[in-house]
Structure formats: C-alpha cells, structure tokens
C-alpha cells in the first residue's frame, strides 16, 4: 500500500486529534491555509467592518501566522496590528514580506503583555486553544475590560470531528464566551464546505 503524501494539516489535527506541530510546518510548507490568498474572504471583511464599525484603532492579532490579514487590515483602515504568533518561522517570514507591520514571536496565552490595544483579534486561531480558551477569556476579562474581543472563525458543515464538545456552530460559540456579544455576522456558498463566521464581543471584567 502506498503512502499518502504528507500535508500541512497532519502538523496541525490529524484523525480528530490535536497535533499543533506549528513551527515544524512553517518550515516544512511556504503557504498553509493558503494565506496569501485570503481565504475565508466574508469574515476577514466581517472581521474588518467590526473594526470600522467600532471605532476601533488597535488591534493585537493573535496567531498571525504569515502576516497576510494584518496587512489586509492595514491596507483597508491604516492600522498596524500588534501580530503574535507562535511559530519564529512564521514570524520571520511575516517580517520580511510586510517590514511596514509589527510581528512578534509570542504565544497568545501571553496576552497580557500587550494591554494597550482597543482589541484583540483572534483569525482562525479558536481551533488551536480550545483548552486554553476559558484561561484566556479570564486574562481578557483582566487586562482588557471595556475593549473588544473579534474571533474569525469556521465552523464546518456536518464533517467537524474535533472539538464538537466546545462547540458547533456560531450560534454555541457566542453561548460559549463569557462576554455580551455586540455584532456577529455568518456566510457560504453552496459549493463551500465550511461556514465562515465573524464575531464580536465587549470584554467584561468578572
Ligand atoms: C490558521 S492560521 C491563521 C493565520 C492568520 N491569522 C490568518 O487569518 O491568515 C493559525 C495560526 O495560529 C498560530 N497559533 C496556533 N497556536 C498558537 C498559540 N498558542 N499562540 C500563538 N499563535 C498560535 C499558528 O502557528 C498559525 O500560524
């Protein structure tokens, strides 16, 4: 039997099992998620449109992995998001391609290290730290009260394997943060396996 070609994901969930081998990938693939293509586009929009919406002027983008939605931020408000990211190759690869944006090595259970943004922004980061997210939403409630939490996420239709025990949908994600939610939108298209979902929260302290 022959053996089946390695991919990007099988660093990432394999077989519905966590793997998060994220530095090794970098290295060993140039464009995970295809990020130069801006995938997911009626989130990232979403995503954009909520900083508009809110006056928003800061924003800390946690995992921001190549750099390719910073800059899309940057290009279409004029912010220069504070990226952090937990692969260094990552990171180095982001730095040369946008030298114009911010990228640090840091991982986001470090979040408290950055109290001066208006927001923090998490793109298609919420898959990676399901069992951190309740430790992260206390640093929030913490260190930033009165500011905004966005979370760009998809959710798959009928096929997600991991992690159906937080939740499954936007619906049990917005449920699942201990924030009032203040904008939400979802979209797909009926050739799209996933659907993609953009939200807002105002943090709270506890
Ligand atoms: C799907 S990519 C998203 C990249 C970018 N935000 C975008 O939307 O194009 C997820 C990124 O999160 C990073 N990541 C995973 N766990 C992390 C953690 N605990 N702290 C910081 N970054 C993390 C991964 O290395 C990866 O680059």
Known sequence: MSQQKETYHDYV????????????MYQQFDQPWMQDKQPNPYSRQAGILHLKQFGIQS???????????????????GIIPQGIELSETAVSRAKSLFPHLSFT???VENLARYPQV??????????????QLSD????????FPGKYFINNLVFYKNTQRYGTEYFTNLREFIDYVPFP??????????KDTTIE??????????
């Open 13 to 24: 969930i394999k077989d519905g099992q966590f793997i998060g081998r994220f530095d090794e």
């Open 59 to 77: 924003v800390l983008e946690c995992g921001s992995g190549l750099g390719y939605y910073s800059q899309e931020i940057y290009r279409q408000t």
């Open 105 to 107: 090595a840091d991982r």
């Open 118 to 131: 208006d927001a923090i922004l998490f793109a298609e980061l919420t898959w990676y730290v399901l069992p």
């Open 136 to 143: 992260l939403f206390a640093i929030m409630a913490e260190h």
């Open 181 to 190: 939610v203040v904008g939400y939108c979802e979209a797909t298209t009926e």
């Open 197 to 206: 979902t953009s939200s807002i929260f105002r943090i709270e302290p506890k």
